[in-house]
Nanobody
């Protein structure tokens, strides 16, 4: 069974930093494009950052220069390092994996981790 397990959320003051982690099942990590999305109350779920199997990254304009996405193949884990956090970054952050394995496409979501930034 494929799992994405997030950790690292919490409460932080504006200007602070947090690092989110997402541990993925070994069976998919090497072939998965990984991403972090976030969803604030009453809003849609939006892409924050993504990283391809080859290490190419993509960021939402709102987090460029503040957030860094990375992946560790040895640990089957993707990270989101967040700096200069602001109240508008408050949301549930979800890990996402998509790719192909044995001729089948896959698309998985984690359970989400809450990030709250106080002003």
């Amino acid at each position: 069974q494929v799992r994405l397990v997030e950790s690292g959320g919490g409460l932080v003051q504006a200007g602070g930093s947090l690092r989110l982690s997402c541990a993925a099942s070994r069976s998919i990590f090497s072939v998965a494009n990984m991403g972090w999305y976030r969803q604030a109350p009453g809003k849609q779920r939006d892409l924050v950052a993504s990283i391809s199997t080859g290490g190419s990254t993509n960021y939402a304009d709102s987090v460029k220069g503040r957030f860094i996405i990375s992946r560790d193949a040895d640990k089957n884990t993707v990270y989101l390092q967040m700096h200069s956090l602001a109240p508008e970054d408050t949301a549930v952050y979800y890990c996402h994996a998509d790719g192909g394995l044995y001729g089948h496409r896959f698309d998985y979501w984690g359970q989400g981790t809450q990030v709250t930034v106080s002003s």
